[in-house]
């Protein structure tokens, strides 16, 4: 089945590195950038018009700052995700974040692949915190991250497994209910007795674990799709 682009929109008042990275963003696999502009208030004008599934901000933008553009999203409860990407280290923001509904803040001397990882983890529910924004950066995932077979995750149940499969390909907490036919809810439940049974805690530690055991993930689906066809 073909998933849909992450549609985005980006604001930033440099131009340069605006365009830079709507280009970058626009060429990575299931992305789509949809709109770039220079101020808050036009972006707050594009996320109502154009409906993105996130929204990457600067703090510091004339007209209307992230901030304020971030609230106004909340307060209107448009279904957005807001990213902050940002050259300020600003715990004061990184602790109000929930209050705000910001689910991402990413610094700008990021490399590319955090980006990336921010947004995969936002668009399936998860809160990130980039490298270098203190305590709450920590993964969550045990130092030994990876799982080393299949027996691994053997306490999981069948449609606990499922889940797991499709969070390990970046898919959302929607495509998920709507594939496996169950609530998005219910998706919700799974995902928190995952993190449960596999002693998994932080924010985005529960997509960084399974991009990071995909392979195993998928041999013991294809493993367990074998298993159902023969018995």
């Given amino acids: ?29 299931d992305f789509s950038v949809i709109g770039e502009v220079e ?14 599934d996130v929204a990457i901000l600067d703090l510091d933008m004339p007209v209307l700052d992230g901030i304020a553009v971030a609230k106004m999203i909340h307060e209107r409860r448009l279904p957005v995700k ?13 602790r109000s974040m929930n209050k705000i509904g910001v689910s991402g803040y990413v610094l700008k001397d990021a490399v590319l692949d955090e980006i990336v990882d921010c947004i995969r983890a936002v668009i399936i529910g998860e809160q990130f915190l980039g490298s270098g924004l203190g305590q709450r950066d920590s993964s969550g995932v045990p130092s030994s991250i990876g799982i080393s077979t299949i027996d691994d995750i053997n306490e999981l149940s069948q449609t606990e497994r499922k889940v797991l499969s499709e969070i390990a390909r970046s898919r959302s907490n929607r495509e998920i209910a709507r594939d496996l036919f169950i609530s998005v809810r219910t998706v919700e439940i799974h995902r928190y007795n995952i993190c449960s049974k596999l002693h998994i805690k932080g924010p985005h530690a529960l997509l960084r674990f399974a991009l990071a055991n995909k392979d195993i993930i998928h041999a013991e689906e294809k493993l367990r799709n074998s298993t159902d066809e023969n018995a």
């Fill in 1 to 29: 089945m073909k998933t849909e682009p992450i549609r985005k929109v980006i604001a930033d008042d440099h131009p340069i590195f605006r365009r830079g990275l709507a280009e970058i963003l626009a060429s990575t696999r």
């Fill in 39 to 52: 101020n808050g208030a036009r972006a707050l004008e594009l996320v109502e018009q154009s409906s993105p």
């Fill in 82 to 94: 807001v990213i902050f990407l940002t050259m300020h280290r600003n715990q004061s923001v990184v």
